[in-house]
C-alpha cells in the first residue's frame, strides 16, 4: 500500500533551537501533504496544507513564523519547529493525499518532539 | 466539514465481530464517508471509505444506511492488534479537502 515516511521519528532539542522533521511520500506523488499535532490523549489537530511549490496554509491559531513548512517537490514536505519550547513538545504527523488512488490520504508514523 | 458522534470506547473478545457505529445526521450529498485508526504512538491508518454503497476490503466493511445519517465499520473478527483509536471522518474526498478527526472510538479487545 501507499507509504508516507517521517524522519525523524524521534527527536530531544534544547530549547531555543530548530528542528526539522521531514515527510516523505515513497511510492506516490502529493501535491498536497498535511501536518498534524498531537497531545496525549487528545485527538489530532490539524496545522498546515502544505501544497507543493506554494505557500502552506496555516489553520487559525497556528503561527506560520515558528512552524515553517517548505514542500518543494511532489514526495518530500518539511516542518520547522524554530526556537522551540517545552509547549512545542508533542506528537507531529504528517499526511500526504495520493492524487491518483481517488485522493486517498495517507498518515506518516508520527515524529516525537520534546524540547527541554 | 460536517461534524460525526462516535460512543467513547467499545469493548469486543478476540475472534469476535465488531461493529462500530458513527451518526452523521449533517452529511451532505458530496460527503465521502472515512474511516482511520490509530494504534498507540503511531500515525492514523486508512481502513476504508465510501460514498453510498457498502464496502467492503481486506480489513473491513463498510455499511451505510440508506439515508447516510450513520454508517457502521464492521471488523468480522477482532484480534489483538485491532485495538485502537478509530476515527469516523466526513471529507469531499476532492482534490481540495481535508481530514478533520474529532474524539474517535477507543476499541478495546479482550483475548
Known amino acids: 500500500g501507499a507509504v508516507v515516511s517521517q524522519h525523524p521519528s524521534w527527536v530531544i532539542c534544547k530549547s531555543g533551537t530548530s528542528v526539522k522533521i521531514e515527510c516523505r511520500s515513497l511510492?506516490?506523488?502529493?501535491?498536497?501533504m498535511f501536518w498534524y499535532r498531537q497531545f496525549p490523549k487528545q485527538s489530532l489537530m490539524l496545522m498546515a496544507t502544505?501544497?507543493?511549490?506554494?505557500?502552506?496554509?496555516?489553520e487559525q491559531g497556528v503561527e506560520k513564523d515558528k512552524f515553517l513548512i517548505n514542500h518543494a517537490s511532489l514526495t518530500l514536505s518539511t516542518l520547522t519547529v524554530t526556537s522551540a519550547h517545552p509547549e512545542d513538545s508533542s506528537f507531529y504527523i504528517c499526511?500526504?493525499?495520493?492524487?491518483?488512488?481517488?485522493?486517498?490520504?495517507?498518515f506518516g508514523e508520527g515524529s516525537w518532539l520534546t524540547v527541554v | 466539514d460536517a461534524k460525526t458522534t462516535q460512543p467513547n470506547s467499545m469493548e469486543s473478545n478476540e475472534e469476535e465481530p465488531v461493529h462500530l457505529p458513527c451518526n452523521h445526521s449533517?452529511?451532505?450529498?458530496?460527503?465521502?464517508i472515512h474511516w482511520y485508526r490509530q494504534l498507540p504512538s503511531q500515525g492514523p491508518e486508512y481502513v476504508i471509505h465510501g460514498l453510498t454503497s457498502n464496502v467492503n476490503n481486506r480489513m473491513a466493511s463498510l455499511a451505510i444506511a440508506e439515508d447516510r445519517k450513520s454508517s457502521t465499520l464492521i471488523l468480522h473478527r477482532a484480534t489483538l492488534r485491532d485495538a485502537a483509536v478509530y476515527y469516523c471522518i466526513l471529507s469531499a474526498n476532492s482534490g481540495y479537502s481535508t481530514l478533520t478527526f474529532g474524539k474517535g472510538t477507543m476499541l478495546l479487545v479482550s483475548p
Open positions: 499526511s500526504a493525499r495520493n492524487d491518483r488512488a481517488g485522493n486517498t490520504i495517507y
Open positions: 449533517t452529511i451532505s450529498g458530496t460527503d465521502y
Open positions: 502544505s501544497n507543493e511549490g506554494s505557500k502552506a496554509t496555516y
Open positions: 511510492d506516490f506523488q502529493a501535491t498536497t
